[in-house]
């Protein structure tokens, strides 16, 4: 089964915000791995405010883009939640990313667990708990993906304990490794996969309450939850240790993962009220940018880091710019990828020959239809 044209209307003008949030996201990625990777050393430095509030910033980009990845992803597969699991356009389609993912996360970089594999694991595992939910049709589905969102953020305080060079499982090959506790575990499962699925919880309240989205009440609501977690967790974790007696696995030890799950959620509903305030928002390029993440994430990381040519631009500026020469360049690097986007579609027209074969393929794999997008 597929959408209906009202149907997909319907579901990308009630997402604008998140597309919004993706944008975001993405941009705050390309200056954030921009910077990181040019900045002169000497710069690095908590005493200067520009570079204290460019840290704090970054803190909260991957969990924007976990978190959303878990919404996007259960409100459009509950859009089809009355069709059997197996026949879910939604769930084949799931699967097929979940693939695509990890095959792009590891050929870019073979050796280290980052973050398109970390969205992959996620995919995933949003795909067996809600295959879970169909079969028990009992506990509510946010319930469930509160549980392994949960669950998730606290196996976290098993692996603070461990030494920097310290490895889990101890004897497994690194790839496994590095899904957890390895030597490049970038984007490890634990405790990254929890935002997925905390997203994934929201993307559930979201589609049971779509109607009340456009509402003051509802982005509200989830302004303040938000606010509560960053401004307040530590002291109700604090206050939860206390009541239980913890003496090693602290669980205030969890603040930071909560209070990023805080300004997610109070950027959400920040979007969600600027998106009523300024009524239908148009599709444009700025939009188009957060429609296209995982384009723009592989087309970075070549031309940033060299990934599959072996030569990117930090070859030439790795930790060689003051500020000021770093402010022009960023801005640079970042309308480049604004002027792939707009040109993306006649780009992707010219590449049909070969992209059409290959689509064709994978839909072949995982039982979709070649109408099927």
């Not at 997402?15 to 919004?20: A, G, M, R, T």
């Not at 990023?260 to 444009?284: A, H, R, S, W």
């Not at 992707?348 to 994978?362: C, D, S, T, V």
Request: charged share 15%.
């Amino acid at each position: 089964m597929t959408f209906t044209k009202e149907q997909i209307t319907t579901v990308k003008t009630r997402l604008k915000f998140i597309d919004l949030a993706r944008s975001i996201a993405i941009l705050l990625m390309l200056e954030g791995h921009f910077i990181d990777d040019s900045l002169m050393d000497v710069y690095r430095d908590n005493s200067y405010t520009a570079y204290r509030i460019w840290e704090f910033i970054r803190g909260f980009t991957s969990p924007t883009f976990l978190t959303v990845t878990g919404i996007v992803f259960v409100y459009l597969l509950l859009g089809n939640n009355h069709i059997d699991y197996f026949k879910n356009i939604r769930v084949k389609k799931g699967f097929k990313r979940v693939v695509e993912l990890l095959f792009w996360g590891y050929l870019l970089q073979v050796y280290a667990f980052h973050v398109l594999q970390c969205i992959g694991i996620g995919i995933l595992f949003i795909l067996l708990i809600y295959g879970l939910f169909k079969l028990l049709k009992v506990v509510p589905l946010w319930f469930l993906f509160f549980l392994a969102g949960t669950a998730v953020f606290s196996l976290n305080l098993f692996f603070i304990h461990f030494e920097d060079n310290q490895y889990w499982p101890a004897n497994a090959p690194s790839f496994i490794q590095n899904m957890f506790k390895g030597k490049y575990s970038i984007f490890p499962i634990i405790p990254r996969m929890g935002y997925t699925m905390y997203g994934a919880m929201f993307g559930a309240i979201l589609f049971t309450n779509k109607e009340k989205v456009k509402n003051w009440l509802f982005p509200t609501v989830v302004f303040l939850t938000g606010a509560v977690f960053y401004f307040f967790i530590k002291s109700i974790l604090v206050y939860f240790d206390r009541q239980f007696g913890l003496t090693y696995h602290h669980i205030y030890r969890l603040d930071w993962l909560y209070e990023c799950l805080g300004m997610v959620f109070m950027l959400i509903g920040t979007l969600m009220i600027v998106e009523k305030l300024m009524g239908d928002i148009k599709q444009n390029l700025f939009l188009k940018m957060g429609q296209n993440t995982l384009t723009v994430y592989i087309l970075h990381m070549v031309v940033l880091y060299g990934s599959l040519t072996g030569f990117g631009l930090n070859r030439m500026f790795h930790k060689a710019l003051t500020p000021y020469q770093v402010i022009p360049a960023v801005i640079a690097f970042i309308s480049l990828f604004f002027v792939i986007v707009y040109y993306l579609e006649p780009i992707k027209a010219k590449l049909e020959f070969i992209l059409k074969p290959i689509r064709e393929i994978n839909h072949k794999l995982f039982g979709l239809s070649s109408k099927e997008n």
